[in-house]
């Protein structure tokens, strides 16, 4: 779960990750940093690999603000029958947090900026 957020950090469970993040409640899938730092430096190619790992949602935050990724990009989704929804990092945290205690399969890939809100969950 996480537990808290601020600028530049999130707090899953009891430990600090200040570089972006992918957090899981999925079993076979440890939380781990996750290689774009920043929404520019985001790829289709970072997004695609998690459609298949047996989630589904994955919860894409976006930084400080929303923003959209390609439609391009959601077809890799759609063929495995996964949702990505998309929302500034903060709303991603919180929605991870519902979704996850209620049992669901869900993934959070999330962009951690040094202008996040800062804020517990």
Same mark, same amino acid.
């Given at each position: 779960?996480?537990?808290?957020y601020?600028?530049g950090w999130?707090?899953?469970?009891?430990d600090?990750?200040e570089?972006?993040?992918?957090?899981?409640?999925?079993a076979?899938?440890?939380?781990?940093?996750?290689?774009?730092?920043?929404?520019e430096?985001l790829?289709? &190619?970072?997004l695609a690999?998690?459609?298949?790992?047996g989630?589904?949602?994955?919860?894409?935050?976006?930084?400080?603000?929303?923003?959209f990724?390609p439609?391009s990009w959601?077809?890799?989704?759609?063929e495995h029958?996964?949702?990505?929804?998309?929302?500034?990092?903060?709303?991603a945290?919180r929605t991870?947090n519902?979704?996850? &205690?209620?049992?669901?399969?869900?993934?959070?890939a999330?962009?951690?900026e040094?202008?996040?809100?800062? &804020?517990a969950?």
């Open positions: 779960m996480v537990r808290a601020g600028r999130i707090e899953v469970d009891h600090k990750h570089q972006s993040v992918l957090i899981s409640s999925l076979d899938m440890p939380t781990r940093t996750w290689e774009p730092l920043r929404f430096d790829r289709a &190619s970072h690999p998690l459609a298949a790992c989630a589904e949602l994955v919860i894409l935050g976006t930084g400080e603000r929303l923003r990724t439609a959601l077809s890799t989704f759609a029958r996964v949702g990505l929804e998309t929302m500034d990092t903060a709303a945290c991870y519902i979704l996850a &205690s209620e049992g669901r399969k869900v993934i959070a999330l962009l951690i040094a202008d996040s809100t800062n &804020s969950v």
